[in-house]
Structures are given as C-alpha cells and as structure tokens.
C-alpha cells in the first residue's frame, strides 16, 4: 500500500504565495511521475501540474506555479505564487507508483484546501 500525505494548504489573499508538499511512503519501488490536481466546487478534478518523463502545467497557472519534485526524499511541492481567487479549491497530491510487485498504480492524498480571498 502506498499513502501520500499533503501539508501546506490554507487562506492568502489574492497576489499571495503559497505552497504546498507531499509526501509519499509505503511499498513504493518507483515513482513514475507526481503531480497536483485540484478541484473547485461544482467542477470536475484538474490537473494543475505534473513531473515525470516531461513537467506539464494547466494554462492557467503556466508562469506563477512551479512544480518540483525530489526523487530521494519521494516528495513533490508545489510553488504558488500570484494566487487568485479563481485558484480557490482543493488541491490533491497525485502519484503513479510501482509497488514491489511490479504493479503499477495512481494513488491520491486527502486533499488540502486552499482558499484566496479577493
């Protein structure tokens, strides 16, 4: 089984920073790629950025997040900066992992909210 636990969450007022870790432990052999989603009442889950063979952004953020992963300590964060309150929602940790069964899986964190105020 693999867990991914996200921190960092929280309430900035618009033009703030914020950022956000995870943390992935348990029977991992390999961590394929990471990313972050996130999902806003009443809409679908969306990906917000991602690091594996290519690091992707949702348009919406290309220039104000930065993605960033650090294989070692199995951990991905998530630089916000220039928030606005439409980048109001929850935002969910994302991994595609190899377990020690050759297994390949996607796994999610709880989610962590992150509110902007205008």
């Known amino acids: 089984q693999v867990q991914l636990v996200e921190s960092g969450g929280g309430l900035v007022q618009a033009g703030g920073s914020l950022r956000l870790s995870c943390v992935a432990s348990?029977?991992?052999?390999?961590?394929?790629?990471m990313g972050w989603y996130r999902q806003a009442p009443g809409n679908q889950r969306e990906l917000v950025a991602s690091?594996?063979?290519?690091?992707k952004y949702a348009d919406s953020v290309r220039g104000r997040f930065a993605i960033s992963r650090d294989n070692a300590k199995m951990t991905v964060s998530l630089q916000m900066n220039g928030l606005k309150p439409e980048d109001t929602a929850v935002y969910f940790c994302?991994?595609?992992?190899?377990?020690?069964?050759?297994?390949?899986?996607?796994?999610w964190g709880q989610g962590t909210q992150v509110t902007v105020s205008p």
């Open positions: 994302n991994a595609e992992v190899m377990d020690y069964y050759g297994e390949t899986r996607i796994y």
């Open positions: 690091s594996g063979g290519s690091t």
């Open positions: 348990g029977s991992i052999l390999n961590i394929i790629a």
